[in-house]
């Protein structure tokens, strides 16, 4: 059992009151201290039933004292020893710091340093303390904080100082980031810790703020809180008497100010990270963030704007790795690297791994200016200020354009994407992370690969593309980023259309819908289509209408002209103004003469099937002695058609003509010779074949239903049963005959 008590050589106490102290006193502490230690001791009394449980007091001389059952091997102690009741704490008369380390893993330690630690059974508490967290060649640093070490459970706590200094940020030399956290967790045991805020944890962020950041706003807050710029006096005065460190009450005298409004602003420097302050003995020492906010203040030195906030309510706000180093951030929505060139971060699943100097892995989206890169693997890196980009899924543009009020712009998304690409992002010169220097080149983008660019979007023609109709893009670079003229936007590359063109070169540029794609200029003898079985002639176009020409077309025997001939991967469409058939022979088959204006036109050519339909007026055909109302096919097995044939008084229904250059053949048709009578035609025939032979001028009608009356002639009132006539076409006459062995009384 622990036994404690006290050995007094000399004391003296006034008998009326209930009080004694001793100086140069000894105490033993069986079971927690190996030898008697020399202190001071006091006593306090107390009358009825309270009772003082913060006497007897003891403070140790020593601050080298070895307490039993608080150092163990993960754990070294070196400081006093103080008694307040039953309760021991870590103070000695000198005043100093009790320092206690803690081992960690990864060879890591943590060191913290107070003027009081509560030591209990199994936890150690200080109220304030300084902390260095080491691991590896760099740590973590904090002047005051308040600290709780469960010994048994090797848990450490660290929370935000609730005092003059809870707004003081942890500092870190490997990130060379200090950040805001209401609370540290870290099981010694374990390869990591956890950062968080503890109270709104939805709304309040951490901020991670590089150690080059500056900010204006926040120095010119500083003339606004004070009336004055404590910060610019302050290392103005550093400057002047060639040294970091000076006393308060010296600079009071030097600026001619009320000392103890100098001792209110350097406590408020000292919150801001800009100084360190002892308020007791005014003692004031300018650090690094005070000479850079006011260096870039005047414009004598490079900053960043790296400041990047982290709100996560289901967890913690960043996680240390001890074993490799790496800060994983989380609760990111964005953050800037470069505000004036408008370059910031879209972390995916607003994660990021922080690493040496700053140095940041990510998935997601970058803005640089109007340019936006979405991919994996990226990583900043700081001291180069660019962007290694190793997987770009797709690179996509912004580009200004007219808003509804006069005299304003709007950023409107090109909805084309490049994409399968790799390069770097190089954000500014290292030396003008700031952008201070305006270089108008930046941000540049330099591909190590080519890109790919394809026409399946939803807004090119209703996404009817698939991604056989692409642009490739040979390695390029991207500078003026944050230019929004259209014209910095174009590249050089090859177009590939899945077979309905060749491929051929151009220039792929923002087009007047604000589309990326190009209009080629064609050579004179056109482009072959579809594997050769057609050319196009003039120029092709791509943009959100989709891929088209004007001109002509040329396909078998046929020239067709249209100002929008719509190309698909398996057909044309067109309104076109006028088309024209050749009669001509083409490997043994013949094509009649035709020409149309005003028609509407679908061509399979896959299939070699072209549809070409009168829309207002017909097919003029065989030098104008006929008409063709409906719809002709052209293939390469002929001329076919679904429609009413007029030719010299007569007129064929069918949905089965076949037309040759000399000949015409309809099946199932209905025919007609008209009389002077339009109501009553000379010869009326339903579900007959008709062949007109141009040559002779005469057309053959033959019944195809056995057995049935299909030849009537109702100018004349007179109906048949014989199934065959012939029409003279010139003649304008009508003969037929039965075959021998019927009667003709039967006909």
Not at 58 to 70: A, M, N, R, T
Not at 403 to 423: C, F, M
Not at 564 to 587: N, R
Not at 653 to 664: G, L
Request: proline share 4%.
């Amino acid at each position: 059992p622990n036994e404690v008590y006290c050995d007094l050589s000399n004391y003296n106490f006034q008998v009326d009151k209930p009080f004694l102290s001793a100086s140069n006193v000894r105490m033993t502490f069986k079971g927690k201290i190996a030898e008697p230690v020399s202190g001071e001791f006091e006593y306090r009394g107390s009358s009825g039933k309270t009772k003082n449980t913060s006497y007897p007091r003891f403070v140790s001389y020593q601050e080298d004292i070895d307490i039993k059952g608080i150092a163990e091997e993960k754990l070294s102690y070196k400081g006093g020893v103080g008694l307040r009741g039953d309760r021991i704490y870590s103070t000695s008369m000198m005043g100093g710091n009790t320092i206690i380390e803690i081992k960690g893993s990864q060879n890591s330690r943590l060191k913290v340093m107070s003027k009081s630690f509560q030591l209990q059974d199994s936890v150690i508490i200080a109220k304030r303390a300084a902390m260095i967290l080491y691991h590896g060649k760099d740590s973590i640093y904090n002047p005051a904080v308040k600290f709780r070490y469960q010994t048994r459970a090797h848990q450490v706590t660290i929370l935000k100082d609730e005092g003059t200094y809870k707004t003081l940020p942890f500092s870190s030399s490997h990130f060379k980031t200090d950040f805001t956290a209401d609370m540290i967790k870290w099981n010694i045991d374990s390869d990591s810790l956890d950062i968080s805020i503890l109270s709104a944890k939805n709304k309040v962020p951490i901020k991670f703020e590089s150690q080059e950041y500056y900010n204006d706003k926040k120095f010119e807050s500083l003339v606004a809180l004070y009336g004055f710029n404590p910060l610019f006096m302050a290392v103005g005065h550093a400057r002047k008497i060639k040294s970091n460190s000076f006393y308060a009450s010296d600079l009071a005298k030097k600026v001619n100010q009320n000392p103890e409004k100098i001792m209110g602003a350097m406590r408020g420097l000292m919150k801001d990270g800009f100084v360190d302050f002892n308020g007791q003995s005014g003692l004031v020492t300018i650090k690094r963030k005070g000479y850079h906010y006011v260096l870039s203040r005047q414009d004598r030195k490079d900053f960043d704007n790296i400041l990047i906030p982290s709100i996560s309510p289901a967890a913690p706000n960043a996680t240390l790795s001890l074993s490799r180093n790496e800060f994983v951030i989380r609760g990111i929505e964005k953050f800037y690297l470069s505000e004036l060139l408008d370059v910031y971060i879209h972390p995916r699943k607003r994660e990021i791994e922080m690493l040496e100097n700053r140095a940041i892995k990510f998935n997601g989206r970058i803005n640089a200016g109007n340019f936006q890169f979405i991919g994996e693997q990226f990583r900043f890196n700081y001291d180069s200020f660019l962007i290694r980009l190793p997987k770009i899924d797709s690179i996509t543009f912004n580009i200004d354009v007219p808003g509804e009020e006069s005299g304003t712009d709007v950023k409107l998304g090109i909805s084309n994407q490049l994409r399968e690409t790799a390069g770097v992002l190089y954000v500014n010169k290292p030396n003008n992370k700031s952008a201070r220097r305006m270089y108008p080149e930046y941000p540049i983008f330099k591909a190590d690969v080519g890109a790919v660019v394809y026409f399946d979007g939803s807004d090119i023609l209703d996404g009817v593309y698939d991604k056989s109709i692409y642009f490739t893009i040979p390695a390029f670079e991207l500078d003026s980023a944050s230019s929004s003229d259209p014209n910095v936007i174009k590249f050089k590359g090859v177009f590939t259309s899945g077979g309905i063109f060749p491929d051929f070169e151009e220039e792929l540029v923002i087009m007047p819908d604000n589309s990326l794609g190009f209009d080629h200029k064609l050579p004179y003898v056109g482009f072959k289509t579809y594997n050769g079985t057609g050319t196009v002639y003039n120029r092709i176009t791509m943009d959100k209408k989709g891929l088209r020409s004007s001109g002509k077309v040329d396909f078998l025997t046929s020239t067709l002209f249209s100002d929008d001939f719509v190309y698909f991967t398996d057909s044309v469409t067109t309104d076109g103004e006028s088309a024209e058939i050749k009669p001509k022979t083409l490997e043994e088959v013949s094509y009649p003469m035709a020409s149309i204006n005003n028609y509407r036109m679908l061509w399979f050519p896959k299939t070699d099937s072209m549809y070409i339909t009168s829309k207002e007026e017909p097919f003029q055909m065989y030098e104008n002695t006929a008409t063709l109302g409906g719809t002709a096919l052209l293939t390469t097995s002929g001329f076919y058609a679904d429609g009413s044939l007029f030719t010299r008084g007569s007129e064929s229904v069918s949905e089965n003509f076949q037309m040759k250059e000399r000949a015409i053949a309809a099946r199932n048709a209905f025919f007609k010779v008209q009389s002077s009578d339009p109501e009553k035609p000379s010869l009326a025939a339903q579900g007959v074949s008709v062949d007109f032979n141009l040559e002779t001028n005469l057309a053959d009608i033959k019944s195809e239903q056995d057995g049935r009356s299909v030849l009537d002639f109702p100018f004349t009132q007179v109906r048949t049963s014989i199934g065959e006539a012939r029409w003279d076409l010139e003649k304008k006459i009508i003969s037929m005959s039965k075959p021998e062995d019927v009667d003709i009384d039967q006909s």
